[in-house]
């Protein structure tokens, strides 16, 4: 409840799900006012203070808004409503709809995504209306669904069907569930009807109140403070900002004759929740990855390090918060290349110089010579994303789609646009860039465990695929420097870029293996084969699929 304030602060009085509150007037955002004083945890922070991902959606008079550039001084006599304030008929309606679709995976955008439909819910918008739900998304970003199962949410909760009693856990294994999410994601990640209502367990969530706060300093230090808004001002924060540098690929092709070359750019991974932990003094550290969505990208988060570090120091638990222009500046990246492959296979990936790359490519294709250069830049990983052996399965299936165009009496006039592959963990996808517009998807990754859940992850993997090779960078310039912040502008595809994906899950009895990954690829390959495999990604082609309907 509020904070106590010095006795010449003004106060402001609203009422937070149902309930009547009264915070100082100090010039912090609504976010901070929720998250702070009034221990709501419903709004999460993705970007705050950016106002760009939507995380932080809340419904003000019954309105959607953004709370992290919403002046808390502007909600004076308002009533503001959070996912946990909806109605309990509401709240289950939304949650029962999100997990029958597969809607939700790491959560962590979902309520503020929630927040947003209800308000569209509430003006009786149509369970039909897509190009309403896609104005409305256009607010919000998830990097793990891809859109399709949130326009399938919306439709389901709207439509005043009710969601199969299966769908919903009766007779549906949710432990298998949670195996198949975990697989895919490659780290823990639960499955369950409160997941989409924010309850995770993030981090910034679970950090016991009280705890100091902790922000880098930009120097490899740290700065702490009591609150969060307090570290901030202490460290003069810069905010993110949008750079006059365009991302372009960042490496020269190597020298030779080649069948097809490929110069990929800087991307950002630009998961929605920042790095984040706490710890007590002599106690292990909450994990940043409290329930997936990162794909590999928080593998080396220093988050966890430096709250135990710091709460030993300190003698008293301690919180550690990464701002998403921290996450941006200082987490790890894709490793750029420029490669030629031969037509008989062989060639060369020139990379961004990232330990391990070599055995990666390797795995899949052994007539891949790699030679590692070191460029000014933000860290690398192999650890993201099938990092390495992605853009050797990418070369080979191009190669492969151009030489079946380039056979003699080839249909010619339109690029191929099929392409398989098969992952180092023994899963296979073949993607088809329809020329109806739907993006078709075959895959085989041994036992199913759940359709749900396995179709959420292929679709995700799908938009990401589509983002890498068509409108995703980050601008990095001479000196190494990331020069954009702002999370819009690392090119995530928005929900009405997306083309409907068709997915067809093959089970076998085999063990189960992660699938997307090997979805990734395939899209990726059949993407720019369709489009003409441009040498530089981003293509800055948007996936425009031919004349067919998107979803
Ligand atoms: S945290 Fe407010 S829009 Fe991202
Ligand atoms: S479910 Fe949307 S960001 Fe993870």
Redesign the pocket.
Known sequence: MPDNPAPEVPMIAFTVDGVDVRVPDNGVSLLAALRGGLDVRSAKAGCNPQGQCGCCTVLIDGSPRVACVTPVRRVSGRVVTTVDGLSEADRTRWSDAFMATGA???????PGIICRLEGLRSKGVAADDKPAVDRALAAH?????GWQTIGEAWALAVSGAAPTAAALGAGRDLEAASERATIEGRAPQRVGGDVSLGRAGFAEDTAPRGALVAIPDGAGGWITAETLPAARERAGTVQGRHGTVEPVPPLDLPEGEWALALRTSWVEPA??ETDASWCEPGGEPASPIANG?AFGAKEQSIAMAAARELADLHGRPVRVVLSREDTVRMGPKRPPIAAGIRADGTGVIRVVRTPGYDAAVHSVSTGLVIEEVDVAGPPTSLAIRGAGWVEAAVLSAGLEAKLARDIPGAVTDSFPRVATVTSPDGATATVAIGLDGVVRVDLECGRILDDIVLRSYVIGAVHMALGWVTSEGLAVDDGGETSTLTIRSFGVLRSADMPFVEVSLHGTDGEAVNGSDAVFAATAAAIWSAQGWPVDWPTRQLPDLGPGVKQ
């Open positions: 939700s995976q790491c959560g962590f955008c979902t970003l998830c990097r793990c669904t998961y929605l969505g």
